[in-house]
């Protein structure tokens, strides 16, 4: 059954863990559909997993919406989210209600967008108002990368916590249905989510958390530039595609790929007359 902002509401009160992914194409997005991830996530972190990029603030809107396009094919159960990229919404309230509006016809429920100033909280509440679910982001987000000067953990002491949940309950106000805390410790992460009345969704912010979310590439172990203290390895995807193009590249030298079950062949007739055609030399 599709799941809806309600439905993801429902999971705190209810007690249900929320469990979150990225996914990037048709395949990937379908496979996690069908495992039964609740929140599937087109991440600007493809700018970096999937499309090489230092960081995430070179993805454009038109990557994200080809992006997009690809994982909603895939899904049917899971609610889309789709990150709003750097520089896509700062510019105007104008401009973040058509951009987030390119990325819900290409197939997303619902945008994430990073921050809580007065700004892109007015923003946000242009959004929900305009009919667009929005995902809020605190902590460390990214995208304010070159303005922060690195990867820093947030909440680290009472006032930033403090701040962290002031600028949630202002992002809630403003009608988010889930705000994702990212790189803060585990007492700040609990302690915030249990004074908000929507869920939080943590990456590297601990269990307490109303939900958890990952990459997809760092659980799959694909991606291997950098793995994050947060990120757990479920599968070892890098072995098994480097032992796969081995094989084949030595079946290939061999000779012995393809075989004859894995090669279509002339009717006896077509090659009878192939035979003679060589035979009177007629090449």
């Given at each position: 059954m599709k799941k809806t902002t309600k439905k993801i509401q429902d999971f705190k009160t209810g007690g249900?863990?929320?469990?979150?992914?990225?996914?990037?194409d048709y395949s990937t997005a379908k496979y996690f559909d069908g495992a039964g991830v609740d929140i599937i996530l087109i991440g600007d972190s493809l700018g970096q997993v999937v499309l090489g990029y230092k960081n995430t603030t070179s993805?454009?809107?038109?990557?994200?919406e080809i992006f997009?396009?690809?994982?909603a094919r895939g899904v049917e159960n899971a609610f889309i989210v789709a990150d709003m990229p750097f520089l896509s919404y700062q510019a105007s309230v104008c401009q973040a209600v058509e951009n987030a509006g390119t990325l819900i016809r290409a197939g997303a429920n619902g945008v994430k967008i990073e921050g809580g100033s007065d700004y892109i909280i007015n923003t946000i509440a242009h959004l929900v108002e305009s009919g667009v679910p929005v995902m809020g982001h605190l902590g460390f987000t990214p995208q304010f990368i070159n303005?922060?000067?690195g990867n820093f953990i947030a909440g680290k002491n009472l006032e930033n916590t403090l701040e962290i949940l002031e600028a949630a309950r202002r992002l809630e106000a403003a009608g988010v249905?889930?705000?994702?805390?990212e790189m803060v410790p585990k007492e700040c992460a609990k302690f915030i989510s249990e004074n908000l009345k929507i869920p939080t969704i943590g990456i590297g912010a601990g269990a307490g958390c109303d939900g958890q979310i990952l990459v997809s590439d760092d659980v799959l172990g694909r991606y291997d530039n950098f793995t994050p203290k947060f990120a757990r390895k479920y599968a070892?995807?890098?072995s098994e595609i480097l032992n796969a193009a081995t094989a084949y590249i030595k079946d290939v030298e061999a000779g012995v790929f393809p075989n004859a079950e894995e090669s279509f062949e002339l009717s006896a007739e077509e090659l009878k007359k192939l035979e003679n055609f060589v035979k009177n030399k007629r090449v």
């Open positions: 249900k863990k929320i469990t979150a992914l990225t996914a990037y993805v454009t809107m038109c990557e994200m997009t396009s690809a994982v303005a922060i000067g249905f889930a705000l994702v805390l070892d995807l890098k």
